[in-house]
């Protein structure tokens, strides 16, 4: 593939139809769903590390918020470009919102892996516990958190490395 046509595709890329982005949005939204429901259910069941579940419920609901936001119409230019300051403050706004979630990922990791390995069993005496399902579905998720981060980067990567080369093939 020629690089000009290569860079021609990735500023526009082809249209997915509405039905195919519509079941992607309502699939990334199992998540914050269930963080949302684990974090309210379990909400006082982790006295070893209070924090956790409202850690999980605040997850779920900027994550949810973040995706709904994704779908409104406003970051959406017009070709005369008039929604421009519209789309700037919608642009900056999301940007802030995930801002939010990277830091509060970096601040539920704290509490999730400082008591790693928790105390699941609360029969014992005085001893603070965290259940079993909020903690686990705390770990993984956040685990997954990272994960998707590190692709993240990682595809970033390559395509600036790709760039870098189609920009020298170029000249």
């Known amino acids: 593939m020629d690089p000009k046509q ?15 982005l519509v079941i992607s949005k309502l699939l990334l939204l199992g998540i914050p ?8 259910v379990y909400l006082k069941d982790c006295p070893q590390q209070h924090y956790i579940p409202v850690y999980v419920l605040v997850c779920g609901v900027f994550s949810m918020f973040l995706a709904l936001l994704s779908c409104l119409p406003c970051s959406r230019e017009t070709e ?8 700037l ?27 790693y390995p928790p ?30 981060l ?4 990682l595809l970033g990567c ?6 870098c080369i189609c920009a020298i093939a170029k000249d």
Do not use: H
């Not at 005369?80 to 789309?87: A, H, K, Q, T, V």
């Not at 590190?150 to 980067?153: G, Y």
């Not at 390559?158 to 760039?163: G, R, S, V, Y």
């Open 6 to 20: 290569m860079w021609n595709y990735v500023k526009s890329p082809p249209k997915a139809s509405t039905a195919c």
């Open 33 to 40: 769903i269930a963080q949302i429901a684990i974090g309210a």
């Open 80 to 87: 005369e470009g008039d929604r421009f300051w519209l789309s």
């Open 89 to 115: 403050i919608c642009n900056v706004w999301n940007a802030l919102v995930a801002l939010f979630l990277f830091c509060w990922l970096i601040s539920g990791s704290v509490w999730i892996y400082s008591i």
């Open 119 to 148: 105390n699941y069993n609360q029969t014992m005496g005085g001893d603070p516990y965290c259940n079993k399902t909020l903690y686990l579905f705390a770990f993984w998720t956040t685990t997954l958190g990272y994960i998707l």
């Open 150 to 153: 590190a692709v993240a980067l």
């Open 158 to 163: 390559c395509f600036l490395i790709c760039a």
